[in-house]
């Protein structure tokens, strides 16, 4: 049975691959598995059926089979633990992988989604001045953290994993800013990810849905 997954019909990030259904994309590319795209309307998220699947009302979900899933993390787990690809074989390496990938969403994550959030959507406050220079600060802390741990390797631990494909999904995030460029070798990681052809297909795949809604109708906002 196909593996079915909801995205936005009109994504904000304007096919930038930014938005988490990407993750899941990317995911299923590496996997070698086929999908369908179910593409949701803001709207349609906050409907009955979708919260049947999702019930905060967002991308991404999966339906595979009788099992329907909501949560990018937990869906990306599940698909790499149910096909081979993304987690080592050896327990105490696969447990690892987990590791980074509860790493970038739990810990990498959240001060990147507050600093760009306050980017996007606080810039005429009042107190964004004070406090941009903070919520820059943290972020800054985790990426040094994370230059450190990655050294010289390629990736995160050993051969490419989910740790890394979550952990890339993440910085990505920061594409748009300013404050990778401090960190050569981040930018160095999320380039090589860039260029699998995994990755190339799922971006390629995302950006069809913007363009394809771009020439229909009148731009999404920003
Ligand atoms: N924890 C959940 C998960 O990982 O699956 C979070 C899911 C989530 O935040 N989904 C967002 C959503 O559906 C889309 S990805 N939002 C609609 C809503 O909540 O009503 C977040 C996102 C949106 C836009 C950009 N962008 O424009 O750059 C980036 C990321």
């Not at 107190?127 to 390797?153: D, I, N």
């Not at 090589?192 to 990755?199: K, L, M, S």
Request: glycine content about 6%; proline content about 7%; aromatic content about 8%.
């Amino acid at each position: 049975m196909t593996i079915t997954i909801t995205a936005f019909e009109n994504s904000p990030d304007r096919g930038r691959g930014l938005a988490r259904d990407m993750r899941v994309r990317w995911a299923l590319e590496e996997l070698g598995l086929p999908y369908e795209v179910r593409l949701l309307s803001f709207e349609a998220l906050k409907r009955p059926e979708h919260l049947a699947h999702q019930p905060f009302g967002q991308i991404p979900s999966l339906e595979d089979g009788d099992l329907v899933l909501f949560e990018s993390g937990a869906i990306v787990l599940h698909l790499a633990g149910t096909h081979p690809g993304l987690l080592p074989e050896d327990a105490h390496a696969r447990a690892r992988a987990v590791a980074w990938l509860v790493a970038a969403l739990n810990t990498v994550e959240p001060p990147i989604v507050e600093c760009t959030m306050a980017m996007i959507f606080e810039r005429e406050q009042a107190w964004f001045a004070a406090r941009q220079p903070m919520l820059e600060k943290r972020v800054q802390a985790r990426l040094q953290q994370l230059t450190a741990s990655l050294g010289s390797a390629e990736w995160l631990d050993g051969a490419f994993s989910a740790g890394d494909l979550m952990m890339v999904t993440v910085l990505r995030r920061l594409v748009s800013s300013n404050l990778l460029d401090a960190w050569p070798p981040l930018l160095a990681y999320i380039a090589r990810a860039e260029a699998r052809p995994a990755y190339q297909r799922a971006f390629a795949d995302q950006r069809a849905v913007f363009e394809a809604a771009s020439c229909a109708g009148p731009e999404a906002p920003a």
